[in-house]
């Protein structure tokens, strides 16, 4: 009942900047957060930034100081801004959503490849 759909990615150079999008729709209850994951060939899937229903926010160290995670609650919309760009932030980057209390449901989008070059 819940779609994700990213955009936003694509080619780059080194030190240029990209803005994602994602955008939830369907049934939702109650959102506890949003965030970005992202997955380089060869390599596990990691969390890059999330931003909770509080207006928590974590990021993941790599992405420190380059990187701005923000939502908008009244589209169920996450953005990452995505500046100084490196060629190891080269991958599928996807959009998640949770939901729910006493169950907890998580979503995920198609992912958007974002390749940035030296």
């Known amino acids: 009942q819940v779609q994700l759909v990213e955009s936003g990615g694509g080619l780059v150079q080194a030190g240029g900047s990209l803005r994602l999008s994602c955008a939830a729709s369907?049934?939702?209850?109650?959102?506890?957060?949003m965030g970005w994951y992202r997955q380089a060939p060869g390599k596990q899937r990691e969390l890059v930034a999330t931003?909770?229903?509080?207006?928590?926010?974590e990021y993941q160290d790599s992405v420190k100081g380059r990187f701005t995670i923000s939502r908008d609650n009244a589209k169920n919309a996450v953005y990452l801004q995505m500046n100084s760009l490196k060629p190891e932030d080269t991958a599928v980057y996807y959009c998640?959503?949770?939901?729910?209390?006493?169950?907890?449901?998580?979503?995920w989008g198609q992912g958007t490849q974002v390749t940035v070059s030296s």
């Open positions: 931003i909770t229903r509080g207006g928590d926010i």
């Open positions: 369907g049934s939702i209850f109650s959102i506890n957060a």
């Open positions: 998640s959503l949770t939901a729910g209390s006493t169950v907890t449901f998580r979503y």
